[in-house]
Each structure stands twice: as structure tokens, then as C-alpha cells.
């Protein structure tokens, strides 16, 4: 079966400027988890959309926001980027919820100059 | 200080050698998960143990849930380069709601 897919891989960003990335989750997982990858950080969750409902929320600004949409689809949005937000922006998706494991995405590589 | 502290951070050692990777926290998960990331590319669920003492072998990878909860532990026997990778711990709280939480990784690296 087809894994987690995100586009783009790579982006390259100027600050100011805003960004939007997706994610097609494996058919039939309704749940779909963001994190950001960091060397300093680790992963840091994002949210969580389960049948177009953020269900949850980590620490992240008003910046980052995202949706799901009825085919389970996912976009994050980033909003007048910064050169912290260059990160590896990783979507999860899974069944349920968390608990029944995750399955990732390769990520997309976000560099903002 | 994160939630889950992952130690070592860093391990080298050769090809046939043993290591230990710990997950270790003050707070109780109901379930603990260890992902294996590789450069380039997202993390891969190994396990996922749930019961507390809980033992799970994988091949020549074993896995281990602490009595309490909290901790968790990764050994891998005769490790091999293919073994290289950044090994991620991530626990599910209930209280915390529907999100895993990482720890900050261990890296190995397994030379020939």
C-alpha cells in the first residue's frame, strides 16, 4: 500500500514570506499528526486532525496552522516565516490516534534564507 | 528537560558489538513506542510495548517497558552496520491528549 506522502521534499523560503506543505495520509488512517524536526529540539508536535478536527495542539505561535480536509488530506501553513522555522517538517499519520503507532512521511526540508 | 531523556545521546561501536539505549522519565505513559530514523527520511515505528514489564523481542533488537511505566529500554545484540540509524523513544499520555512525545534521540553508528 502507498505510504505517507508529502510535498514538497525541499523548499527554500525567504523570511516574511509564507509556506504552505502537504500530506496524503495511507488509505484509511483518519488521523493525521505534524511535527517539527529540529538538531536542538528533537520532534516537536505541531497538531493533530482527526476527521477535520484539530483535535490537538502543541506550543507553536499562531503562525503555523493547519487543516484536514474530508479525504483525510493535511496542509500546514507557516506564516511570515522566520529563520528558526527552517526545520524538517515531518506528517504522521495513523488509524486512530498516537497510540496505534505512527506511520511518517519523508518530510519536508524547510530552509528560510 | 524534556519529557522522555534519551541516553546515550551518542553511540559508536563496531560491527558485533552489544549496546543499550534508555528512555527514561518521571511521568507514566500508557504506552511507549521506538521509532528508527535514517538520514533523509522520516521515522520508522519498531514497537510499540504497552504493559508494564513488558518484554518485546525484535530479531536481535529487545525491548523493555519499566514495572512503573516510565522507562523503557532498547538493547540490540551483535549490532550491525545496517543497525546505524537515530533511535527515538516517544510515550502516550493520556492527560496529554492525542500527541506522542519524543525524546531527543539517540544516534548510533555501527562501523565495520
Known sequence: ?113 | TQLLEQSPQFLSIQEGENLTVYCNSSSVFSSLQWYRQEPGEGPVLLVTVVTGGEVKKLKRLTFQFGDARKDSSLHITAAQPGDTGLYLCAGDRRAAGNKLTFGGGTRVLVKP
Open chain 1, 1 to 113: 500500500k502507498a505510504g505517507v506522502t508529502q510535498t514538497p521534499r525541499y523548499l527554500i523560503k525567504t523570511r516574511g514570506q509564507q509556506v504552505t506543505l502537504s500530506c496524503s495520509p495511507i488509505s484509511g488512517h483518519r488521523s493525521v499528526s505534524w511535527y517539527q524536526q529540529t538538531p536542538g529540539q528533537g520532534l516537536q508536535f505541531l497538531f493533530e486532525y482527526f476527521s477535520e478536527t484539530q483535535r490537538n495542539k502543541g506550543n507553536f505561535p499562531g503562525r503555523f496552522s493547519g487543516r484536514q480536509f474530508s479525504n483525510s488530506r493535511s496542509e500546514m501553513n507557516v506564516s511570515t516565516l522566520e529563520l528558526g522555522d527552517s526545520a524538517l517538517y515531518l506528517c504522521a499519520s495513523s488509524l486512530e490516534g498516537p497510540d496505534d503507532g505512527y506511520t511518517f512521511g519523508s518530510g519536508t526540508r524547510l530552509t528560510v534564507v
